[in-house]
């Protein structure tokens, strides 16, 4: 019914820039929420950065100033713009989405995620 589309991701020289987008398609009412969340090999997933309907952000405090978190006019997709990018930045990154949909409410679901791999 509803699905993430998440593209961008790549082989970047560290201090180099990516530019993430998700696109949600399907029987969408509205989006109350989208995230991007990143998980490296033997470490937790982790919050990178979300977006609220309203067009608050919220990110981590270690990517504060390097990466910045911004939606389309239709609040459909996501994107995560990414500056100086370093080698620990490496991992996949992984679109989450809460969003109300016709006829079925309330749906909480992640994309497939995109690799990104930051070289020294």
């Known amino acids: 019914q509803v699905q993430l589309v998440e593209s961008g991701g790549g082989l970047v020289q560290a201090g180099g820039s990516l530019r993430l987008s998700c696109a949600a398609s399907?029987?969408?009412?509205?989006?109350?929420?989208m995230d991007w969340y990143r998980q490296a090999p033997g470490k937790q997933r982790e919050l990178v950065a979300g977006i609220t309907s309203g067009g608050s952000t919220n990110y981590a405090d270690s990517l504060k100033g390097r990466f910045t978190i911004s939606r389309d006019v239709a609040k459909t997709t996501v994107y995560l713009q990414m500056n100086s990018l370093k080698p620990e930045d490496t991992g996949v990154y992984y679109c989450?989405?809460?969003?109300?949909?016709?006829?079925?409410?309330?749906?909480?679901?992640w994309g497939q995620g995109t690799l990104v791999t930051v070289s020294s």
């Open positions: 399907g029987s969408i009412f509205s989006v109350n929420v």
């Open positions: 989450y989405a809460e969003i109300t949909t016709y006829g079925r409410g309330l749906l909480k679901i």
